[in-house]
Structures are given as structure tokens and as C-alpha cells.
T-cell receptor, first 111, second 111 residues
Framework: GNSVTQMEGPVTLSEEAFLTINCTYTATGYPSLFWYVQYPGEGLQLLLKATKADDKGSNKGFEATYRKETTSFHLEKGSVQVSDSAVYFCAAPFGNEKLTFGTGTRLTIIP | NAGVTQTPKFQVLKTGQSMTLQCAQDMNHNSMYWYRQDPGMGLRLIYYSASEGTTDKGEVPNGYNVSRLNKREFSLRLESAAPSQTSVYFC??????????FGPGTRLTVT
């Protein structure tokens, strides 16, 4: 069936390190793909999206490229900051009016 | 522009008590959602409403009821609270392009 799988955390990095959080999907066709971020004590907010294959979404220094060959949408950032500490969710729409979310990856950045 | 608002922010109930969580959005979105978030479980969809006057079950609907009062408001009711319903509850609304906007959450404890 349709699903979204993302790497399990937690992930702990030093400030200015390179970040990759893996996300892969299983689906018929090519759904839009999303990354959401949840800062401590808050609701989720959309970080970036890609609506078709080969699109690159970007926001706040984060990037993700929709790669249909590997059915992946990995989240990357070249130099992370303490303020990037949060939980990150990959998501895709597989059903009518519904998004399916991955299980979330907790990221902690240490100074 | 308030986005998605939820009340209350915190609530403590005793087993068997009832309560209603309120949600409202001012973005003129057709679709609205209720999720629960438990540690290590990611987000689980309880109910959703694709448009005013319609509601559908999500992944974990047992023990909950919903009402789409109008286009702006979508409430979640616990008729007889149980300790297993201790969680953080999020309401969300979405555009036609699947972008979801989340409220700040309600932290519910059932003792």
C-alpha cells in the first residue's frame, strides 16, 4: 500500500554540521511531497514542498529534491543551527483529502 | 489573521468525564482535521471533514465524535474520557493543494 518512511531518530549534530534526513515513499504515480517541522511546544508547520518529479523545494536553508528514480525526498541543510532543533515530518497525500505523515525525526543541534 | 485556533490549551479530566475541543480557522479552507500525537507514535488522524456538512473517520476514531459546525469550526468530543486518550490533540485545515495548517495543540491528561 501507499506509505511514507523516514529515518528514525533521534539525530544529534553539532552546530554548522551537514544534515540529511531520509524520506522514501511507496505509491502508484507521483504524489506531491512535503516536509513539515514541529518546534518544541508548537503545532506542525509546512517547511517545503515539491509537486512533481525532479522539483526541488527550499526554505530557511533547507532543501529537498523529488527523485522518482529512488522514490525519495531527503531533507538537507548545509550548516545547521541550534534553532533548527525540532521534529521533522515527511508527508504525502495518498487518500482523498488526507495527508499521510512519516513517524517524525527528532533533531537536536548542540552548540 | 489568526490561522487555526484551538481551545483549551490544557485540560485535565477524570476518567468518564466528557469534554469538547474547539477548533476554528479563518483561511476559508474546505478541509479540516483532528490528529492526536503520542510520544514515539507520530501523528494519527482521528477524523476529518472534506467540506462543511461532511465528516469521515480516520485511523483512530474510537472514543471520539466530531461536528463540522460550519466552514470555520470543527469540534472534537470525548464522551467518556479514558486514560488512553491522554495525548496532544492538533486541529488542522488545508488548501486544495494539500498544504495543511496546524493549530497550537491541546494537551489533555486523563487521570
Amino acid at each position: 500500500g501507499n506509505s511514507v518512511t523516514q529515518m528514525e531518530g533521534p539525530v544529534t549534530l553539532s552546530e554548522e554540521a551537514f544534515l540529511t534526513i531520509n524520506c522514501t515513499y511507496t505509491a502508484t504515480g507521483y504524489p506531491s511531497l512535503f516536509w513539515y517541522v514541529q518546534y518544541p511546544g508548537e503545532g506542525l508547520q509546512l517547511l517545503l514542498k515539491a509537486t512533481k518529479a525532479d522539483d526541488k523545494g527550499s526554505n530557511k536553508g533547507f532543501e529537498a529534491t523529488y527523485r522518482k528514480e529512488t522514490t525519495s525526498f531527503h531533507l538537507e541543510k548545509g550548516s545547521v543551527q541550534v534553532s533548527d532543533s525540532a521534529v521533522y515530518f515527511c508527508a504525502a497525500p495518498f487518500g482523498n483529502e488526507k495527508l499521510t505523515f512519516g513517524t517524525g525525526t527528532r533533531l537536536t543541534i548542540i552548540p | 489573521n489568526a490561522g487555526v485556533t484551538q481551545t483549551p490549551k490544557f485540560q485535565v479530566l477524570k476518567t468518564g468525564q466528557s469534554m469538547t475541543l474547539q477548533c476554528a480557522q479563518d483561511m476559508n479552507h474546505n478541509s479540516m482535521y483532528w490528529y492526536r500525537q503520542d510520544p514515539g507514535m507520530g501523528l494519527r488522524l482521528i477524523y476529518y471533514s472534506a467540506s462543511e456538512g461532511t465528516t469521515d473517520k480516520g485511523e483512530v476514531p474510537n472514543g471520539y465524535n466530531v461536528s463540522r459546525l460550519n466552514k470555520r469550526e470543527f469540534s472534537l468530543r470525548l464522551e467518556s474520557a479514558a486514560p488512553s486518550q491522554t495525548s496532544v490533540y492538533f486541529c488542522a485545515s488545508s488548501t486544495r493543494s494539500w498544504e495543511q495548517y496546524f493549530g497550537p495543540g491541546t494537551r489533555l491528561t486523563v487521570t
